[in-house]
């Protein structure tokens, strides 16, 4: 692992080259791509808007009926043992 990075910087001109001059025959198809890519982030991201959403609601109806259910629970041991 010692040798990663000097062996990557010897070896830059072997793969930015190529990658330099083939830019035009790869460029477009990733530029094509952009927005199937900007779909998938965005989707994403309403996913878990959706998911933080759903989990503020169950904080608050676990909020709003947990008296109610440890209160039953309490009188139900008590009152039955």
Do not use: S, V
Not at 36 to 44: P, R, T
């Amino acid at each position: 692992m010692a040798l990663g990075l000097p062996l990557l910087l010897l070896t830059l001109p072997l793969w930015i080259l190529p990658a330099i001059l083939t830019a035009p025959f790869w460029l477009p198809i990733l530029l094509g791509l952009l927005p199937f890519l900007a779909g998938a982030i965005l989707a994403a991201l309403a996913k878990g808007l959706l998911d933080l959403l759903k989990f503020g609601l169950g904080a608050i109806l676990g909020w709003l009926f947990a008296p109610i259910i440890l209160g039953a629970w309490h009188l139900a041991y008590h009152y039955c043992y």
